[in-house]
Nanobody, 122 residues
Framework: QVQLVESGGGLVQAGGSLRVSCAAS????????MGWFRQAPGKQRELVAG???????NYADSVKGRFTISRDNAKNTVYLQMNSLKPEDTAVYYC????????????????WGQGTQVTVSS
């Protein structure tokens, strides 16, 4: 089992920045690819960014150049730095863990956090 706890969400104005964190506990963190997903009201959950155990990253086109995913294996923590935020970034953000390197499909992620709300005001 892997337990994931997100933190750092909140309310920010458009153009602002926010960093959300996800602390992992349980099985060896370094064995897992990590992803940040988001779900806006009335929309499907989507992958925002992923990072492999080796540090390779991938991003949704909508956030490329604005968001950065990183991981600190010594702290068992993954981060999502969000810059130049837009109202359309408003969503509940979830972190998730996968045994599959470079996983992009939601179904490949086994463990999920409870989510943290990010609201961007215009």
């Amino acid at each position: 089992q892997v337990q994931l706890v997100e933190s750092g969400g909140g309310l920010v104005q458009a153009g602002g920045s926010l960093r959300v964190s996800c602390a992992a506990s349980g099985r060896t963190f370094t064995n897992y690819a990590m992803g940040w997903f988001r779900q806006a009201p009335g929309k499907q959950r989507e992958l925002v960014a992923g990072i492999s155990s080796g540090g390779s990253t991938n991003y949704a086109d909508s956030v490329k150049g604005r968001f950065t995913i990183s991981r600190d294996n010594a702290k068992n923590t993954v981060y999502l730095q969000m810059n130049s935020l837009k109202p359309e970034d408003t969503a509940v953000y979830y972190c998730a863990a996968s045994r599959f390197p470079g996983a992009t499909l939601e179904g490949l992620y086994e463990y999920w956090g409870q989510g943290t709300q990010v609201t961007v005001s215009s």
